[in-house]
């Protein structure tokens, strides 16, 4: 069974008279009638009750136009969701899935208005997000679990291939009954000595590497009291007063809790690069489309720190 016969058929059931629905359907009318016979023939069963006056539907032909319809719309709807469209000089693709990985700093920065840019041009995508450490994001987009990601430093696993988007300094949130939360200057090599929110490296190597090797270049090592899974729980724990934790510049700036104080420091990791990441040779259109998409937003003007006053409060 075809398509085009399904097609043929609907159109006699609407019809209900063969001349008229060869002409609908662009057939010669003794085609039509053998490419209907023909069907009859596969279900085994008759569709159409015909005599020199009429033609009806059987008691399956109604049944089976109700399928049918359903079949050729379906169809008709898979083809739009990937059939391109111009507009001007551009091709446009208006449906599919882009599964997006991204860090905090993304997510408060460049994602949503890359998001709200791709969806315009492409209303019919659908996009599904997932927060995840650089690390996690680099085995999803290997594996094939994720189309994009948001991930921070190098990029060295083979077949990836990624660009730079912006450089994100770096903070530190204090708990407010912390003396250091109220110091004039904050150093970096002060930071070393106190409690600690950390993370394993493998979630996310370069910005573990930068802080380890700036506290051994002070002489110390970083003092991690509490490891976190998840970039949200350095907040909640800085809050609790229990350590203090290290993030990027728009992390801090978006704290707005009375219980922690964010900061710059001086003598430390300067920042990292936040990168868009994709698989090599990768031709999905949206992904193509995205990361034109957020490298062109992420040229535009930082978001501001005011918030990271070096100043006490």
Not at 34 to 39: E, K, S
Not at 63 to 70: H, I, K, N, S, T
Not at 100 to 127: D, I, S
Not at 215 to 228: C, F, I, K, M, Q
Request: proline share 6%.
């Amino acid at each position: 069974m075809e398509l085009r016969q399904l097609s043929y058929f609907v159109a006699v059931a609407e019809e209900l008279h063969f001349g008229r629905a060869a002409s609908k359907v662009g057939i010669a009318q003794p085609s039509l009638t053998q490419q209907i016979q023909r069907l009859e023939r596969e279900l085994d069963v008759t569709l159409l009750d015909r005599n020199s006056h009429a033609v009806g539907l059987t008691a399956a032909g109604e049944l089976f136009l109700r399928e049918a319809q359903a079949t050729i719309r379906q169809a008709d709807d898979a083809t739009a969701m990937v059939r391109p469209r111009r507009v001007g000089d551009r091709q446009l693709f208006p449906a599919g899935t882009l599964r997006v990985g991204y860090t905090r700093p993304a997510a408060l920065r460049v994602l949503p208005e890359a998001l709200r840019h791709l969806l315009q041009l492409h209303p019919r995508a659908r996009v599904k997000l997932a927060e995840m450490w650089t690390g996690d994001q680099l085995q999803a987009l290997a594996s094939g679990e994720l189309d994009v990601g948001f991930v921070f430093g190098p990029v060295s696993p083979p077949g990836l291939e990624s660009a730079v988007l912006r450089r994100e300094t770096f903070a530190v949130l204090i708990p407010a009954a912390f003396p250091l939360a109220h110091a004039a200057l904050v150093e970096f090599a002060d930071l070393a000595s106190e409690p600690m929110i950390w993370f394993r490296r493998e979630l996310s190597p370069s910005i573990f590497d930068q802080f380890s090797l700036a506290a051994a270049d002070t002489g110390s090592a970083l003092n991690v009291r509490y490891e976190a899974e998840h970039a949200r729980v350095i907040r909640l724990l800085v809050a609790s007063g229990q350590a203090v934790g290290m993030v990027t510049g728009v992390c801090a700036a978006a704290v707005r809790d009375q219980d922690v104080v964010p900061r710059r420091f001086t003598g430390g990791p300067a920042g990292e690069d936040l990168r868009l990441v994709w698989r090599a040779g990768e031709q999905h259109p949206l992904v193509t489309a995205f990361a034109d998409i957020a490298k062109r937003v992420a040229r535009g003007p930082a978001v501001p720190v005011a918030a990271l006053s070096s100043q006490p409060e």
